[in-house]
Structures are given as structure tokens and as C-alpha cells.
């Protein structure tokens, strides 16, 4: 069973630009989730979308924002980039709401760097 | 407040003995998970050991343990017998209420000598 596979692994835009990651989530999952991990910190939950609708949304900017798709696949759209915003960018997956007794899966990440 | 705590920035072990992570949690809810994961240098996130707030035993994964103290409010991961390999960053998270989203302490980096 392939994991959660996410795109792309490596990420360098300068300030100001637009940026889009993409996530596809584990087979049979419709849940997807967008932390955002920055240098040395803990995980800062994003946002959460589950059959293509926007669940939940942890506290950031409307410039950071996203949408799941139909086959449950996901993009996180950041505007207007920040050097604060460089980051490792993680995706998880998981059944649906509610999510009992089942952990989140994650990918491997975006490096997203904003010089 | 949904906060999780964790206190230890950083630990080193001796190979081939045990450790205790340290986490604790806020909550007024009587039914939610706690979680433990591990982020290698290479930086995803593995899974290693959930808790149940109902489960009347603490769980167990093979060298992994969790030492749950419900009236405390605390979930300490145990690894037994350690590795080079366990060396890492871990993260303890929890459920937050009414929502399928895991909040995550700042992380323990644990570090192994041979």
C-alpha cells in the first residue's frame, strides 16, 4: 500500500511569490491534514479537509490556504510568501471523521525555503 | 486549553537502556487518544504508540511503552533496550475535541550513545 506521497520535496521562492504543494493521501482515506513545520519548532496544525469540504483551520492567515479534490487528493496554496514561512511542510491522511483510535499518516514533507 | 507539554528539549541515553519521554495535556474531555511519534533527521513522522483515555491498560509496541496517568494528565513514552537507531526528535500529540486534527508538543530530540 503506498503512503502518502507529496510534492515537491524541495521548494526555493523568493519573497512575495505564490506557492502551491500537493498531497495525495493514502488509498481508502478521505481525511487530509497541512502542518506546517518550522526549523527546530514542533508541528502547527493547519488545516484539515475531509470529504472535499474544509473541517478545520488552525491560526494562520487567509493567505495560506487549500482545497481537496474529488479522487481526496489536496494542494495548501500559500500567497504572498514570507521568509517566516519557510518551512518543512508535512501532509497527513487518515479514515474518516471521526478519526476513533486511528493515527494520522504522514508524508515525507515539503521543504519550502523563501528568500 | 488543548495544550501538550513537553518538558525534556533534549535527552541522551546509553545504548541498550531504557528512557522516559515525558508528556502532559490539558483537557476537560473524558474521551480522547494520545499519541507518540518519532522524526528522524529525515523528517517524517512514524508512528509509533497510541493511548486511549478509556483503555484501562497502558499500551504497548514492542520496545515501546506508554506510561499513562489519567488523574495526572500525563503520557510518558518508555523505550526499552535503546538503539542508535531511536535517536530522533518525538513528538507527543492529542486529539483535539470534536475534530479529526492531532495538536503535537514541541518535541524531546533523544539522542543514543553507543
Known amino acids: 500500500e503506498a503512503g502518502v506521497t507529496q510534492s515537491p520535496t524541495h521548494l526555493i521562492k523568493t519573497r512575495g511569490q505564490q506557492v502551491t504543494l500537493r498531497c495525495s493521501p493514502i488509498s481508502g482515506h478521505t481525511s487530509v491534514y497541512w502542518y506546517q513545520q518550522a526549523l527546530g519548532l514542533g508541528l502547527q496544525f493547519l488545516l484539515w479537509y475531509d470529504e472535499g469540504e474544509e473541517r478545520n483551520r488552525g491560526n494562520f492567515p487567509p493567505r495560506f490556504s487549500g482545497r481537496q479534490f474529488p479522487n481526496y487528493s489536496s494542494e495548501l496554496n500559500v500567497n504572498a510568501l514570507e521568509l517566516e514561512d519557510s518551512a518543512l511542510y508535512l501532509c497527513?491522511?487518515?479514515?474518516?471523521?471521526?478519526?476513533?483510535?486511528?493515527?494520522?499518516?504522514f508524508g515525507n514533507g515539503t521543504r519550502l525555503t523563501v528568500t | 486549553a488543548q495544550k501538550i507539554t513537553q518538558t525534556q528539549p533534549g535527552m541522551f541515553v546509553q545504548e541498550k537502556e531504557a528512557v522516559t519521554l515525558d508528556c502532559t495535556y490539558d483537557t476537560s474531555d473524558q474521551s480522547y487518544g494520545l499519541f507518540w511519534y518519532k522524526q528522524p533527521s529525515s523528517g517524517e513522522m512514524i508512528f509509533l504508540i497510541y493511548q486511549g483515555s478509556y483503555d484501562e491498560q497502558n499500551a504497548t509496541e514492542g520496545r515501546y511503552s506508554l506510561n499513562f496517568q489519567k488523574a495526572r494528565k500525563s503520557a510518558n513514552l518508555v523505550i526499552s533496550a535503546s538503539q542508535l537507531g531511536d535517536s530522533a526528535m518525538y513528538f507527543c500529540a492529542r486529539d483535539q475535541t470534536g475534530a479529526n486534527n492531532l495538536f503535537f508538543g514541541t518535541g524531546t530530540r533523544l539522542t543514543v550513545i553507543p
Open positions: 497527513a491522511s487518515s479514515l474518516e471523521y471521526p478519526r476513533v483510535n486511528s493515527p494520522l499518516h
